[in-house]
């Protein structure tokens, strides 16, 4: 058995000690996704991890003082596991809240600190992405893209330079989170090849950029998609239509 299935296969539960997994949750079905979901990660980014520990939580309650973003989970960065909620919890919702939060575990022990467009970025992209590139659709992450849809129809997108600033733990995280999935997924995919080559290369550089600075990522993004369009605002308008005919 190589490294790879070593890693694959140790993927360890743990059940607090307050609360009992309800049917929904189960090693079985946590091991799959994590599995598929660091495959995925892992054939766009290349770097081996090894598994984390799941620990499932019975509810809310169970997340005392987090904020009210993490309704069905969260990553715990000094422990370095994945806390999910199941009680209440469909199955869906349950393989949703593996795969953000084994993205965020993913993208802290291999890339470190981020910023937080980008982090939850790639954590709503993957979600639902598989990086089909043959069958775009089957990586467009349906709720995500409704909410940026309902953003564009009442012009409520922010400009990119105050998205790259927001904080998502306000009045309405949804949303922002809906905006990063939208500006993550551009930089994944575009129908012309050329164009997503850039883009991904471009991913890549921001999450391995040895300034390790999340300023300096920002201003890289920003350097970088003016290459493209030298009026940001066109890149914008470009950006906001590509997600508008996802819909």
Known sequence: MN?????????WLVIAPT???????????A?????STYLNLHSLFGASLESPSIIFLQDITNLQSRSEVATFGYYNKSSKTLNIICNG???EWFEVAIRHEATHYYLDQVF???????????????????????????????PRL????????????PPLLDLLRLD???KTPSQYYAAYWALVFVLIHDEDKIVQKQRRQLLKDLLNN???????????????????????ANWELRWHREIWDLH
């Open 112 to 142: 470190g600190e981020l910023p937080l467009w980008l982090n939850e970025g790639l954590a709503t992209y993957m979600e639902a992405g598989n990086l089909d590139d043959a069958h775009v659709n089957h990586n467009i992450n349906k």
């Open 210 to 232: 040895s300034e390790h600075d999340i300023n300096y990522i920002n201003r890289h993004l920003i350097d970088s998609l003016k290459k493209e369009s030298p009026d940001l």
């Open 3 to 11: 490294l790879l299935n070593r890693w694959l296969c140790c993927l």
């Open 19 to 29: 609360a009992q997994a309800d049917e929904i949750c189960n090693l079985k079905r």
């Open 168 to 170: 998502p733990y306000s």
């Open 146 to 157: 409704e909410e940026f849809i309902d953003m564009l129809k009442w012009n409520k997108v």
């Open 31 to 35: 091991e799959s996704i994590w599995n």
């Open 89 to 91: 919890n469909t199955t």
